[in-house]
């Protein structure tokens, strides 16, 4: 079973910047692809962001270019590099493997506001 922490989530102005760390438990975390997640209120959870076990990434059309997602397999960490943060972007943000699994971590809440 793989259990996530996710952390750095926080109140930012428009145009602002965070830094969003996962850490992973799980040996087998190095073969899986990852992902971020995030879900706003009233809304359904999405995937944001999505690193394969080789670093390839995708994203999705409301955070590319904006947002970049990183792992290191030796720390078994996920990061979420997000700049010119927008108040659409306020959401819990959680990670999870790709495609999801049963088990979610308490997420991390990322406010956008001035």
């Known amino acids: 079973q793989v259990q996530f922490v996710e952390s750095g989530g926080g109140l930012v102005q428009p145009g602002g910047s965070l830094r969003l760390s996962c850490a992973a438990s799980?040996?087998?975390?190095?073969?899986?692809?990852m992902g971020w997640y995030r879900q706003a209120p009233g809304k359904q959870r999405e995937l944001v962001a999505r690193?394969?076990?080789?670093?390839?990434?995708n994203y999705a059309d409301s955070v590319k270019g904006r947002f970049t997602i990183s792992r290191d397999n030796a720390k078994k960490a996920v990061y979420l590099q997000m700049n010119n943060l927008k108040p659409e972007d306020t959401a819990v943000h959680y990670c999870?493997?790709?495609?999801?699994?049963?088990?979610w971590g308490q997420g991390t809440q990322v406010t956008v506001s001035s």
């Open positions: 999870n493997s790709v495609p999801s699994g049963a088990f």
């Open positions: 690193i394969t076990s080789g670093g390839s990434t």
């Open positions: 799980g040996s087998i975390f190095s073969i899986f692809g």
